[in-house]
């Protein structure tokens, strides 16, 4: 059984930075392309970012050169470094591991960026 388990939300002023961890529950999710992504009140879940397992990273074009997906194998985690943190990205975060057939998805953190 897959489990992923967000963690490092919070509260932080604009122009902060924060560091998101997901933990997952086996080394299967290295064979795996592992994800985060965010829902804000009142509007549908969106990608943030992508981290292959050939260490390939895609982002959503809003947070390209402030947010940085990372592995660590050894840890069986996945980061999400956000840095110059703007109001628009409060939401609460997820992250995803996809192993076909099926998705697998914590039960996010929040975000809030707010002076």
């Known amino acids: 059984q897959v489990q992923l388990v967000e963690s490092g939300g919070g509260l932080v002023q604009p122009g902060g930075s924060l560091r998101l961890s997901c933990a997952t529950s086996?080394?299967?999710?290295?064979?795996?392309?592992m994800g985060w992504y965010r829902q804000a009140p009142g509007k549908q879940r969106e990608l943030v970012a992508t981290?292959?397992?050939?260490?390939?990273?895609n982002y959503a074009d809003s947070v390209k050169g402030r947010f940085t997906i990372s592995r660590d194998n050894a840890k069986n985690t996945v980061y999400l470094q956000m840095n110059s943190l703007k109001p628009e990205d409060t939401a609460v975060y997820y992250c995803?591991?996809?192993?076909?057939?099926?998705?697998?998805w914590g039960q996010g953190t929040q975000v809030t960026v707010s002076s």
């Open positions: 981290s292959a397992s050939g260490g390939g990273t």
């Open positions: 995803k591991c996809s192993i076909p057939p099926r998705d697998y």
């Open positions: 086996g080394s299967i999710f290295r064979l795996y392309p």
